[in-house]
């Protein structure tokens, strides 16, 4: 201890309590003059520097990248890859450890927690960075539990010819309430209250084959799966029993029962709640529910993009649901409720803002027309739902209208060659048809691509709203605002982090006509059309889930607060260093992204 | 540098002519930050319990090949000196005497100069040992950091300027982390941090600010 080397500090907290002591004995201190580089951009370097007091600029070129200060660790790429990513220089009189090159090297290789920590693939750091990523509140086990475990009803199998009674003889003797039925080489499910309702309201003799009253739409997941996957597969179909299967074989069921106790969340039960809803103010507390589930899913430890997935699912079935309540049938028969934005791209968690919207085959009623407005959008508002700050909802009768009007509107806007306009194309983009004429989105969307085609100008405007904000360098403002001693640095994650990457990959997509419009699925389909390098789509990926996940994160915080404006800032000095560097990297994928897209779509003219 | 007087003084009285190395040129660029712990404040009667050297190559502090030793004294340490070191008597009883460790520390630190934060008073305490064993003292050069110190921060003070050379102040206005003081290899580290800083100060020119006192009846009332 008496050299200061701090092993609590990420990534060192990995080593086990001899590899530090081995780290200690062959560090180093290094004394660096302000100015002074450390190490040059593409070299290698034979030690690990970690900063002990003062501060060190990565520079590439002219453009300053970030600060480094005590505990921050440099430069893995320089000491694994031997090349450096950027230059490093001494701004201040500055003190590192030197811990020898190869002594880290051997230690990657040994431990596998503590080499995460150095991959170059931004992708693969973050997987490291989630799982050490603890649940609060002691609830680890449920993160690491498996189906298995949580299992009660073990698997009775009983052929398709077998009787009702039969069928019903067997879940006594087995004490279990679902039977497992094969039949014609398929398997189906037979629960009680199947067969009491094939007896006792249908009337069907007791000779009946089982088969007949079973379904064989199983919703299934494995024996070794989280048990965090059976609560998606359970929300997502509306399922309250699932299938478990182990390889070929059918080993049990799984019952929401079973996890109620492990998930404090019990989404698996929204869904029901949602249908269940006969009027607009039974639905207010399912939507709540929903809201409330992410930060407790968050907490238990469940990767955000998991949750946004689920929240996903559930807000969808929430709006079909009000949809149905709301809409008269001149809507319901015309109409296609339609959603926009993050909500699009299933990528929201914490709710913050409405981002729907209507497209009509024809014309309606405009009395019908306007009370359905307001009463779907008020609905929404009362479930506390943030009005949309750029009034992307139904009340708003922009996007809310026709076919006809919606495709002038598109062309409209692509004349009109705005940020603003470019922006709502963006919006529009993004759309997933919800319930209703589901045809009407995609013609639009049809003509959309057909406008854009070829229109190399167009696409450039289009592309050139990624440069709205510039990604900032970590920490620059940090050290100089905290030596005048005023403000502190932030970072706000959705313009400098999320943003870039949701609209670089928009206007990839757009350009080549792709439907999806989850980002991680416009990705998968750009690399597999070769318009986008997989290396690099897989880092933005990564990216993206890192941005998402410090988003959600203070999200959260802010929601707690009360203090919603501040729920995209990130305070890089609150973060630890092994946080910061992640973080960094992130950002110069962003970086890099940008650099494609302007050279890709000439963005350069403006 | 010795003079040539004073270096053939020094041979004439060293009794091991193995410790000849001791006058040999030194290193270019390297030194030696030698803390030592001890029984008390007097070099008369005191004893070192414990001993740190870390050799400075450039501007590379070499913390991995340090050298350190317990030191079993003849007296055990008092209740007052082992609140300052930590180091009880039976933490002292495990060390190794004196006559062992000196020869090692001797041929580690070589003919380097020494550094440290009053390093004359550790100088003088080794030297009681090195006159007793060696028939001499230490000829190396010694490098004072609180007087670098001085230089960089109070060089031109105006007169009356309260000076304050405490090992804690000079460690906070270097920026330097507390790696807790009074263990031998934290003080010899700190105190070669604190030399690799000001000697850089002291070649670019720069010097430390002296913050102005501001007067007491100043402050504005009712604004």
Redesign the interface.
Known sequence: ????FDAQNPPFDRLTQQEVEELR?????????PGETIIARGRASDVLHVV???AVEAREGEALQGVLG?RDSFDSRALVHRAAGEDFIAAE?T?CF?L?GALVRALIARNPAFAAFFYADVSRKLEAFAEARRPEGGMEGVLRARVRDAMRHRAVTIPGSATIAEAGQAMREADVNALFVRSDGRVGVVTGMNLGKAAVLRGLPLDTPVAEVTHFDVVSVEADDFLFDALLAMTRHSKRRLGVRDGDAWVGFLEDIDLLGQFAGNSQLIPGRIDGARSVEELAAPARAIQDQVERLWRQGVKVEAIAEITSDLNRRLLVRLFELVAPPSIREQGCLILMGSEGRGEQTVRTDQDNGLLLAGPVPEAELAAFREAFSGALDSYGFPPCPGNVMVRNPLWSQTLEGMTRQLRGWIQERTPEAAMNIAIFLDAVALTGRLALLDEAKAALFGMMRGEAALMAHFAYLIESFATPSLGVLGTIMASVGVGEDAIDIKKAGIFPIVHGVRTMALDRGIAATATSGRIDALVAGGALEEGLGRELLGALRVFMAYRIASQIDAVRRGNVAAEALVRPSALTSADRDILRDSLRVVRHFREVIGTRFKTSVF | MMGWIRRRLWRAALADPDFLFLLDPPPEGEAVSLDCETTGLDPWVDEIVAV?AVPVVG??????SRFEAVVRPTRMPEAGSIKVHGLRQRDVAAGRPMSEVLPELLRFIGPRPLVGYYIDFDVRMVDRYALHQIGTRLPNRRIEVSSLYYDRKYGKAPPGTAVDLRFASIRTE????D??QH?A??DA?MA??MW??LR??QA?GQRLRLERRREATAAPLGA
């Open positions: 201890m008496a050299t200061g004995a062959a560090a180093d201190i290094g004394y660096f003059t002990i007091k003062g005590p009189e003190l030197l020898p | 740190a501007n590379r502090i070499l913390t991995s270097l920026g330097i982390p790696l807790g263990d290899l934290a580290v070669a941090m690799v800083q850089d100060l670019r």
